[in-house]
């Protein structure tokens, strides 16, 4: 069964940065589809950064200059890589893969391959 798990969250200050790791297991990313999102209050899903399989990114107006996503191939891995948080970023943040639904805004967990979450929290 393919799964996907995110880690790297925690608690920060503001300005500080964090890392984020979605690790798959029952597949392999290769040259899939793969995006990051974060669960809005309303409780929909942002999406933050997408990575398609021609390796061409898309990055959430919200969130550039600010987040990065990086891909190790020998880890298997992708990470999000967040800096200059705010207060505003606290919130649950997902790896998907092999989406099913696209959009700036979908519902969370809703299609394709997604993790549990995991819970990043800024304060000022």
């Known amino acids: 069964e393919a799964q996907l798990t995110e880690s790297g969250g925690g608690s920060v200050q503001t300005g500080g940065s964090l890392r984020l790791t979605c690790t798959p297991s029952?597949?392999?990313?290769?040259?899939?589809?793969m995006a990051w999102y974060r669960q809005l209050p309303g409780g929909a899903c942002e999406l933050l950064i997408s990575?398609?399989?021609?390796?061409?990114?898309h990055v959430a107006e919200s969130v550039k200059g600010r987040f990065t996503l990086s891909r190790d191939n020998a880890m298997n891995t992708i990470d999000l890589e967040m800096t200059s948080l705010k207060v505003e970023d606290t919130n649950v943040y997902y790896c998907?893969?092999?989406?099913?639904?696209?959009?700036?805004?979908?519902?969370?967990?809703?299609?394709?391959?997604w993790g549990q979450g995991t819970q990043v929290t800024v304060s000022s």
């Open positions: 990575l398609d399989p021609n390796g061409r990114t």
């Open positions: 029952g597949f392999s990313f290769g040259p899939s589809d």
């Open positions: 998907a893969a092999n989406r099913k639904t696209y959009g700036e805004l979908v519902p969370c967990r809703a299609g394709g391959t």
